[in-house]
């Protein structure tokens, strides 16, 4: 019995060392320390034996359980190592490495234009106001001094809701919302970017839903040349310094007088090419000195107060600014299109 168990233990020892994997490691020692294993089954075998020779055999089974587990332990231990060794070995990191250049976003070309004429508004003194898209017939008619059945409604075909809810066809609501607001009580100076729907058939320069900037100034003596001197350092800011405006004679029901804006062509110098129609101006939005009514209407004595409106579309002035020749490609996102936006700084 004493041999065998020796033997055991040479058998167990040499597998033990022999084992290169953890997995084999833990077979090693359900075989030789398990229940079902050979030691137990020495052990049980001991009934035979004389009461001499019991114990002996009884401690010598304990030495040798302990001598085969403390070498799994050690061989263990050493295996661990090893893997650790081995991943640290293989997961190493190089930080001389140059890195992999981040794909940046950037901003949408409408986003760019819309920021940098708030910004150029906000240095002037103006603050931002915004309005709802879904709006009701009076801000978006009424109190722009376009009662129902005036004519002049069509010039803006409507998306209606209900009869008297509607998608904003223009910016212009926010002022008279704004102007509701101060109760009276000039000045009023805002600008007011946002989304308007228009039923349009999209085409190359019309779409359904486009973005306009609208202003508006109300104070007491202002004046056409108030406007005039403002959307000149608009024009110069955004188109160049090199821009002229000129003012022509308009239609607008909620201003009196009205004009239309234009900008000189920057592409022929004045001269005349297919992108300014040959004239040498290029129109950008439209204008005009408040009516008396919508003043009126909104609370302010229109004998103290006085003020001017402007209302530009956002697309248009980005096509014109960089040379864009479809307002589709501002919708369809694609980044080919989007990319070239990247290194245009505002
Ligand atoms: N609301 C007008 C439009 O959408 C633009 C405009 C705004 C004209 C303010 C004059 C004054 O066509």
């Not at 089974?61 to 587990?69: F, S, T, W």
């Not at 990191?93 to 508004?121: S, Y």
């Not at 009514?293 to 402007?310: H, I, P, Q, R, T």
């Amino acid at each position: 019995m004493q041999e065998r168990l020796l033997e055991l233990q040479e058998e167990a020892l040499q597998k033990v060392t022999a084992a290169s994997e953890l997995k084999e490691l833990n077979e090693v020692r359900v075989a030789y320390l398990g229940k079902k294993g050979p030691i137990t089954e020495v052990l049980r075998g001991m009934g035979k034996l004389s009461a001499e020779e019991r114990p002996k055999i009884g401690a010598l089974a304990n030495e040798v359980r302990e001598a085969i587990a403390t070498e799994i332990e050690q061989k263990q231990k050493a295996l661990e190592t090893a893997a650790v060794n081995a991943k640290l070995a293989t997961e190493t990191i190089d930080v001389t490495l140059p890195g992999r250049p981040v794909n940046k976003g950037n901003l949408h070309p409408l986003t760019r234009v819309v920021e940098e004429i708030e910004d150029l508004f906000i240095g002037m003194g103006y603050t931002v106001a915004e309005g709802p898209e879904v709006e009701s017939d009076y801000y978006n008619f009424e109190a722009l001094n376009l009662p129902k059945s005036h004519p002049a409604r069509d010039m803006q075909d409507s998306f209606y809701i209900t009869e008297e809810i509607l998608m904003r066809t223009h910016t212009s609501p926010v002022q008279a919302r704004t102007m509701k607001k101060h109760k009276g009580q000039g000045p009023v100076k805002i600008i007011c970017p946002g989304k308007v729907y228009r039923r349009d058939n999209d085409d190359a320069t019309h779409s359904h839903q486009f973005q306009q900037i609208e202003g508006l100034v109300i104070d007491e003596n202002i004046s056409m040349s108030d406007l005039k001197g403002t959307l000149d350092v608009f024009a110069k800011k955004v188109f160049g310094q090199d821009r002229e405006i000129r003012l022509r004679p308009s239609f607008f029901p909620f201003t009196e007088p009205s004009v239309e804006v234009d900008i000189s062509c920057k592409i022929c110098g004045g001269k005349g090419c297919s992108v300014c129609k040959q004239t040498g101006w290029i129109e950008v939005l439209g204008a005009g000195i408040v009516h008396p009514n919508v003043l009126e209407m909104a609370g302010f004595d229109s004998k103290k107060y006085s003020g001017f409106a402007f209302g530009m579309g956002v697309e248009r002035i980005a096509m014109l600014k960089y040379g864009v020749d479809d307002i589709r490609h501002f919708y369809t996102n694609d980044v080919r299109f989007l990319k070239q936006f990247n290194h245009h700084e505002a």
